[in-house]
């Protein structure tokens, strides 16, 4: 987990509500991979974003879910109208040859 | 869709080597087999890649059949902070996507 850094570390929201999930990648990588985490579940790659550039988000929900990652700033994980099947834990991960992955945070939906 | 099988679950003896199997039997020639292991509520953690010969890094050695069809992850020394759920995981060099199946949860008992 050497230097990804994602916050909050556990954020609780209401049905309905929005999320917001914040990731930086290590010093010098410039792009970013999410990747979820259901209960009793393996990671599923989600999407891989360079800077302004969305690369691949064939595994993102096709409703609700968005990401992005400006010029200046962490990469952003969005998730709108959240419902209790969106309660999980969310990875963020850069790299190349070798992915380093940030704690997580873990959303409860209430 | 996981290319690799690993046992569900494993005890070892601390102090003890643990050595945890993975097969690959479709790997194909440009695929390296990964290793993460994901210690409890906390994100994946790089262990040891390779491709055919055998690797070892300060965290474990790898060793890899000659016919690349199966491997073995080996934990020198286990400690209890080696209990965690270890992946086994088939990777094309470059593929930012990495497919995470169920791991062998590995218990490291006193």
């Known amino acids: 987990n050497a230097g990804v850094m994602q916050n909050p570390r556990h954020l609780v929201r209401r049905r309905g509500q929005e999320a917001r999930l914040r990731c930086s990648p290590m010093?010098?990588?410039?792009?970013v991979y999410w990747y979820r985490q259901l209960p009793e579940e393996g990671l599923k790659f989600m999407v891989y974003?360079?800077?302004?550039?969305?690369?691949?988000e064939s595994g993102m929900p096709k409703e609700r879910f968005s990401a992005e990652f400006p010029k200046e700033g962490p990469s952003i994980l969005r998730i709108q109208q959240v419902v209790r099947g969106d309660s999980a834990a969310y990875f963020c991960?850069?790299?190349?040859?070798?992915?380093?992955f940030g704690s997580g945070t873990q959303l409860s939906v209430l | 869709d996981a290319k690799t099988t690993q046992p569900t679950s494993m005890d070892c003896a601390e102090g003890r080597a643990a050595n945890l199997p993975c097969n690959h039997s479709t790997i194909s020639g440009n695929e390296y087999v990964y290793w993460y292991r994901q210690i409890h509520s906390q994100g994946p953690q790089y262990i040891i890649h390779g491709l055919k010969n055998n690797e070892t890094n300060e965290m474990a050695s790898l060793i890899i059949t000659e016919d690349r069809k199966s491997s073995t992850l080996i934990l020198p020394h286990a400690t209890l902070r080696d209990t965690a759920v270890y992946y086994c995981i088939v990777r094309v060099a470059g593929d930012y996507k990495l497919s995470f199946g169920a791991g062998t949860t590995v218990t490291v008992r006193a």
């Open positions: 974003l360079q800077k302004e550039n969305i690369i691949d």
């Open positions: 010093k010098g990588h410039s792009h």
């Open positions: 991960a850069s790299g190349g040859e070798k992915l380093f």
